[in-house]
């Protein structure tokens, strides 16, 4: 069966250190690969778009790898603040016109 | 900018009640969409209304109707509301009609509870 997997439901890391949040995938080939950003009693916020093509896209303090060998996505955050507190959600398109396929989420604390 | 606004923003039934979700933006985006997020579930697609005039199922689409009344607005409708659909409702929108690579536009949800 199909399957998407960020790698914990919740993650903590102290301020200034570097997030590693991964998005592992099961049984699909996707063309695209987006990661989004959730705050609580918020809608998630785009934050990048990863290519099969690309192996690696940067925002800011923000980077984004994809591995379709091993069939995985990593999320960076460097130099991390509180302020990055939220959910972030991983999210593909297997192709074409299909709709978007989103993660469980994984729950990053920042503490300062 | 709006962006994609939700009405109401919370609402309780009891079982076996109807009720539309509104959603409407004003970015101009050709495609539209439904979600449910439950706690361990995730964002599951309900419908998607890949561009005006046409709509489509998508994960869980059993108990809902949908309505793209025009580019902007796209209702969604409990005709019998069940506890099973006690949850976060979001809309959302992105551009052209290919609805697979744009980036998601999503509103702040409604939260619906039905007793």
């Known amino acids: 069966s199909q399957k998407i997997e960020q790698n914990s439901e919740a993650l903590n890391i102290q301020e200034g250190k570097t997030a590693t949040l991964t998005c592992n995938y099961t049984n699909y080939s996707p063309a695209y690969l987006q990661w989004y950003r959730q705050d609580p009693g918020r809608g998630p916020v785009f934050l990048l778009l990863i290519r099969e093509n690309e192996k690696e896209k940067r925002k800011e303090r923000l980077k984004v790898t994809f591995d379709t060998t091993l069939k995985q996505s990593l999320f960076h955050i460097t130099a991390s603040q509180p302020a990055d507190s939220a959910t972030y959600l991983c999210a593909l398109v297997s192709s074409g016109n299909t709709p978007l396929v989103f993660g469980k989420g994984t729950r990053l604390s920042v503490i300062a | 900018n709006a962006g994609v606004t939700q009405t109401p923003k919370f609402q309780v039934l009891k079982t076996g009640q109807s009720m539309t979700l509104q959603c409407a933006q004003d970015?101009?985006?050709?495609?539209m969409y439904w979600y449910r997020q439950d706690p361990g579930m995730g964002l599951r697609l309900i419908y998607y209304s890949a561009s005006e005039g046409t709509t489509d199922k998508g994960e869980v689409p059993n108990g809902y109707n949908v309505s793209r009344l025009n580019k902007r607005e796209f209702s969604l409708r409990l005709e019998s509301a069940a506890p099973s659909q006690t949850s976060v409702y979001f809309c959302a929108s992105s551009e052209l009609n290919r609805i697979s690579n744009q980036p998601q536009h999503f509103g702040d949800g409604t939260r619906l509870s039905i007793l």
């Open positions: 970015m101009n985006h050709n495609s």
